[in-house]
T-cell receptor, first 112, second 112 residues
């Protein structure tokens, strides 16, 4: 059967609190970054993206911050809801035409 | 309004029995991807098509093959499934390489 997977880092937050999920990348040439949300048994769903010429981008209840100096990306979710419970993956690509490289994922658990 | 459709959602096959997974898209995107995702891991790219050009990842086993007969459809063929091939298989599309990828719901493959 399926091999045992790696243990995902888990962030547990109270409903209504803000969540911050972090991601480090290694390729200094990366110029495009995406956050995906994956609920159990479903495919990854696009949340928000950012290009390297920006350091912050906001969506509905979500904000992505990019720090190119330390190669760090974060996803902030405001007023976290039970429906936000999922695994969150960052992904990056460097230079036009390159494939996305996925980070290891973080499991977000929202306590009611 | 499904954009990336995968069939079947669940597939059970026997050890060594060939199996084909299918993906179709209504987005008219140039690029189609196949990923393998095991429990608690990030999606792992197997290969992708840019239009009719096939691009295999270096570490994708020969056991995995793909066909793209037209813009809309792409197939993943597993010639002789082993127990280690049990996983979720995700299809994704993007307009160009390095752009946001749209994922299908995945096919969960079980190998008996």
């Amino acid at each position: 059967g399926e091999s045992v997977g790696l243990h995902l880092p888990t962030l547990s937050v109270q409903e209504g609190d803000n969540s911050i999920i972090n991601c480090a990348y290694s390729n200094s040439a990366s110029d495009y970054f995406i956050w995906y949300k994956q609920e159990s048994g479903k495919g990854p769903q696009f949340i928000i993206d950012i290009r390297s010429n920006m350091d912050k981008r906001q969506g509905q209840r979500v904000t992505v911050l990019l720090n190119k100096t330390v190669k760090h990306l974060s996803l902030q979710i405001a007023a976290t809801q039970p429906g936000d419970s999922a695994v969150y993956f960052c992904a990056e690509s460097g230079n036009a035409g390159n494939m996305l490289t996925f980070g290891g994922g973080t499991r977000l658990m929202v306590k009611p | 309004d499904a954009m990336v459709i995968q069939n079947p959602r669940y597939q059970v096959t026997q050890f060594g029995k060939p199996v084909t997974l299918s993906c179709s898209q209504t987005l008219n995107h140039n690029v189609m991807y196949w990923y393998q995702q095991k429990s608690s891991q990030a999606p792992k790219l197997l290969f992708h098509y840019y239009d009719k050009d096939f691009n295999n990842e270096a570490d994708t086993p020969d056991n995995f093959q793909s066909r793209r007969p037209n813009t809309s459809f792409c197939f993943l063929d597993i010639r002789s499934p082993g127990l280690g091939d049990a996983a979720m298989y995700l299809c994704a599309t993007s307009y160009n390489s390095g752009n946001e990828q749209f994922f299908g719901p995945g096919t969960r493959l079980t190998v008996l």
